[in-house]
Nanobody, 120 residues
Framework: QVQLVESGGGSVQAGGSLRLSCAAS??????????MAWFRRAPGKERESVAV???????RYIDSVKGRFTISRDTAKNTVDPQMNSLKPEDTAVYYC????????????WGQGTQVTVSA
């Protein structure tokens, strides 16, 4: 069974930093063949994709976090970590890790979510 387990969430003041981590595990899970992403859902808002790192290592971000968030993956450890700097109150949300395979034959997976709260 494949699991994505997030950690690193918490509360921080505006301008602070947090580093989330997502650890993927499962005998059938080939991390190198998956693009990884972090989504977030703020209260009363739709879920949005925040940062993506493809299975080839390419990254992209939503405009609101460009220059502040950096996503990286470690294929040896099966982890994907977003470093979040200069946090703003509008970054407050539940953050979810997501895995999407390189082709349609691969299953998709979600983590359980971790809360990030940024106070003004």
């Amino acid at each position: 069974q494949v699991q994505l387990v997030e950690s690193g969430g918490g509360s921080v003041q505006a301008g602070g930093s947090l580093r989330l981590s997502c650890a993927a595990s499962g005998r059938s899970f080939s991390f190198a063949n998956y693009g990884m992403a972090w989504f977030r859902r703020a209260p009363g808002k739709e879920r949005e994709s925040v940062a993506v790192v493809s299975w080839t290592g390419n990254t992209r971000y939503i405009d609101s976090v460009k220059g502040r968030f950096t996503i990286s993956r470690d294929t040896a450890k099966n982890t994907v970590d977003p470093q979040m700097n200069s946090l703003k109150p509008e970054d407050t949300a539940v953050y979810y890790c997501y895995a999407d395979g390189r082709s349609l034959t691969y299953s998709k997976y979600w983590g359980q979510g971790t809360q990030v709260t940024v106070s003004a």
